[in-house]
């Protein structure tokens, strides 16, 4: 995947990144597998989704997904969401139910969150491919090192932005990251995943919408219109 694909308020972040011996072999690995008559979710134009529907000096959000969904149809390059007319997964549901707690937005009808997105939610997953029917299947495979990367660019920002990371996965990832740290200037949000699993467990009531638009209107960001 050449770096010229990348949106360019993304490039001098993730370029380089891009064009490392790591990403160039899990670059070759996703060829040949599609070659081998694999099908890899979301598909090749949807890959980077998430950076050029929220440009870099737009970040305001960035909320941590695992993998793309693994499913027919169902993964569009951005983390939690699926286009129109496919069924609300239950994660999203849970986030829906949560959202109408916090705010009062009823559950939306679709599972498409580009909406958040184009205001500037970075709705990033930790790998950008899976192989269909097989849930994180591409993990450690050298996605880690370009969306670690894209995490460090929005932390090194000087605009304070809010990090929601839910479940254990996102919290250790977003340790990396130096920045993120207890004397961040930015707002770290965690709890349990929505998932149907540990939504229970702390996820709900946890409140992350409100906390993000009360830090963003005292930071003089703005807010986010959480309606889909």
């Given at each position: 995947?050449?770096?010229?694909?990348?949106?360019?308020?993304?490039?001098?972040?993730?370029?380089?990144?891009?064009?490392?011996?790591?990403?160039?072999?899990?670059?070759?690995?996703?060829?040949?597998?599609?070659?081998?008559?694999?099908?890899?979710?979301?598909?090749?134009?949807?890959?980077?989704?998430?950076?050029?529907?929220?440009?870099?000096?737009?970040?305001?959000?960035?909320?941590?997904?695992?993998?793309?969904?693994?499913?027919?149809?169902?993964?569009?390059?951005?983390?939690?969401?699926?286009?129109?007319?496919?069924?609300?997964?239950?994660?999203?549901?849970?986030?829906?139910?949560?959202?109408?707690?916090?705010?009062?937005?009823?559950?939306?009808?679709?599972?498409?969150?580009?909406?958040?997105?184009?205001?500037?939610?970075?709705?990033?997953?930790?790998?950008?491919?899976?192989e269909a029917g097989r849930a994180g299947s591409h993990?450690?495979?050298?996605?880690?090192?370009?969306?670690?990367?894209?995490?460090?660019?929005?932390?090194?920002?000087?605009?304070?932005?809010?990090?929601?990371?839910?479940?254990?996965?996102?919290?250790?990832?977003?340790?990396?990251?130096?920045?993120?740290?207890?004397?961040?200037?930015?707002?770290?949000l965690t709890s349990p995943h929505p998932s149907p699993?540990?939504?229970?467990?702390?996820?709900?009531?946890?409140?992350?919408?409100?906390?993000?638009?009360?830090?963003?209107?005292?930071?003089?960001?703005?807010?986010?219109?959480?309606?889909?």
């Amino acid at each position: 995947m050449p770096a010229n694909q990348l949106p360019e308020s993304w490039r001098a972040a993730l370029g380089p990144v891009l064009e490392s011996r790591p990403l160039r072999a899990l670059g070759g690995f996703l060829s040949a597998e599609e070659q081998s008559g694999k099908t890899i979710y979301p598909p090749r134009g949807l890959r980077l989704a998430a950076f050029e529907r929220c440009p870099l000096d737009r970040v305001k959000v960035v909320i941590l997904g695992q993998d793309p969904y693994h499913g027919p149809g169902q993964a569009h390059g951005l983390c939690f969401s699926v286009p129109e007319g496919c069924p609300v997964p239950p994660s999203l549901r849970n986030i829906y139910k949560e959202l109408e707690s916090d705010l009062g937005i009823a559950p939306a009808a679709h599972g498409d969150l580009s909406r958040w997105a184009e205001q500037g939610v970075l709705l990033l997953n930790n790998a950008l491919t899976v192989e269909a029917g097989r849930a994180g299947s591409h993990q450690q495979l050298g996605w880690e090192d370009f969306t670690d990367a894209a995490i460090r660019a929005v932390a090194e920002r000087a605009d304070p932005s809010v990090f929601i990371l839910w479940g254990s996965h996102a919290r250790n990832k977003a340790a990396r990251v130096p920045g993120l740290g207890p004397d961040s200037r930015h707002l770290i949000l965690t709890s349990p995943h929505p998932s149907p699993l540990s939504a229970h467990g702390g996820f709900f009531g946890s409140r992350p919408f409100s906390r993000t638009n009360a830090f963003l209107q005292e930071k003089g960001r703005g807010t986010i219109d959480w309606r889909v």
